[in-house]
């Protein structure tokens, strides 16, 4: 699984250089750790995201996950979970779709910029992106999501405001940074 996890750093990297003047894709030398299993997954966000109050959960829409941080001005939001939910195999491209609908039931005017499953030495990977407009808000959502223990991991990234693609290169860092033992 570790060259396929690998691999997909690799394909983010690649995504990266293709965004225009995006830089290096890799989060600030000050970044905080984030686990879950104790450890047995982990991720880093950029310095400056914290855990949302429990108030500000239920405020929000993080696709009912439990974990939910993000950045001072709230333009960068990162939602995460480890679901007890097992998915077999035979079961993930149906949890994909059944998922992408989920998305498109809740959001208005979503826009799919990909909807894809990569295989990652026998373990699919789900993974949605795209973008969307709610009244005055417009933002940019990447997914990622994987069996894990026999249970569901999700981390769901969002970025708000006037030009939401700013964080895209803060979300793939988070992506590339993505370790499961």
């Given amino acids: 699984m570790r060259n396929q996890l690998d ?5 983010v990297r690649i995504l990266c250089v293709l ?24 991720f880093k966000v950029p310095d400056d995201v914290s855990p949302l109050s429990p108030e500000e ?16 001005e ?3 939001v990162v939602a995460y979970d480890l679901k ?3 998915i077999p195999s035979q079961f993930f491209n149906m949890a994909h779709k059944k998922m992408a609908e989920k998305f498109e039931e809740n959001e208005e005017n ?14 699919p990977w789900g993974y949605l992106e795209y973008e969307a407009k709610t ?6 959502t990447m997914t990622l999501f994987t069996r894990y223990k026999g249970q569901l991991f999700i981390i769901h990234l ?5 030009n939401p693609s700013t964080n895209k290169e803060a979300m793939a860092g988070i992506f590339n940074s993505i370790t499961l033992r």
Avoid at 19 to 40: H, I, K, N, R, Y
Avoid at 135 to 140: E, H, K, L, M, N
Avoid at 158 to 162: I, K, M, P, T, W
């Fill in 7 to 11: 691999h997909l750093r690799t394909s």
């Fill in 19 to 42: 965004m225009a003047l995006a830089g290096p894709c890799t989060l600030p030398v000050q970044a905080e750790v984030v686990s879950l299993d104790q450890g047995g997954i982990t």
């Fill in 57 to 72: 959960i239920r405020q929000g829409n993080s696709q009912d996950l439990q974990f939910v941080m993000a950045n001072p």
């Fill in 74 to 76: 709230r333009s960068l």
């Fill in 84 to 86: 007890p939910k097992n």
């Fill in 110 to 123: 979503l826009k799919w910029l990909n909807r894809s499953i990569v295989d990652m030495e026998g373990q």
């Fill in 135 to 140: 009244r005055d808000i417009a933002y940019f």
């Fill in 158 to 162: 969002r970025s708000l405001g006037e």
